[in-house]
């Protein structure tokens, strides 16, 4: 019987000559570069709108004083007045007016979707309510200054409300923000884990008193962030405030009257017939940055306020 001698070695298995190592595949790599491609173009498309603001601005606060265009009280670029605060006051008035009518209806619609409607009653309810989100915004500015200003006008009198004012721009604002608002707060309430509901019912809670008390609570962070969202998409509405809210600007915190906001002037002014690089033209890009500044300190506030509740509900 042959005798298996110390240094006589095992073969080795089969499978170890079989490579293991992952070849690079050249589909994975074309979609990584194109993936990559657009993040960059969307980077490179901000810095450079806020290049070109702040260059175009810097041309205008040459000519105008910088505390002038802050703290002044009368926007009348005629005789050389540049105060934007009439601009910001009517910009804020009707913001205001559309989140008192947002926010209200769209937390109710939420959690109605959320935790009362019925899976075949959501089916037909949330596309339904879409539809408002894709009605073209001058549609939302006719129907403010035809229907809203009439209805004000008839209850208020006519001597009370102005054929162009805030309150309907705001108004009519307010309904086109409803589907962002419900839409993104339905998708919070519903993402509060099942648990807090069950114990809340344990507890003796009414549905009522466990949507309001524990589900609202729990989903704050993504509540605000719908909230702001929808300020921001207020702050930077056009074509209805162009149409409704009024082409004067007007220091006047009555709604029922007209006033101009920032992006109404910024349309007024670039299609008309001013000189390129004169003080007139340049000041729609010192108000493109000054709404540029605010949206930007909307979406801090609101990524500190998700961070903050998140790390308190996770």
Known sequence: MASIT??????????????????????EALIQGFLFFCAA??????????????????????EVYLTEFIFGIKWQPMIGSFGILPLVSATLMTTSIAMLIAIPLGLAVAIYLSEYATPKARSYLKPTLEVLAGIPTVVYGFFALTFITSALRGVFGNNVVDIYNTASAGIAMG?????????????????????????????????????????????????????????????GETMIVALAAGAGPNLTFNPFKGAETMTGYIVRISGGDLSYDSTDYNSIFAIGLVLFLITLVLNIISQRIVRHFREVYE
């Open 6 to 27: 110390a240094n006589e070695t095992k073969p080795e298995p089969a499978f170890t000559s079989f490579s293991l190592s992952r070849h690079p595949r050249i589909g």
């Open 41 to 62: 173009v969307s980077i490179l498309t901000t810095i450079g709108i806020v290049y070109v603001l702040v260059k175009e601005s810097l041309l205008f606060f040459k």
């Open 175 to 235: 309904i086109l923000i409803l589907p962002l608002i419900s839409s993104m707060s339905e998708d919070a309430l519903s993402a509060v884990p099942r648990s807090l509901r069950e114990g809340a019912y344990a507890l003796g809670a009414t549905k009522l008193e466990t949507a309001v008390l524990v589900v609202v609570p729990a989903a704050i962070s993504g509540l605000a962030a719908a909230f702001i969202l929808g300020i921001s998409r207020a702050i």
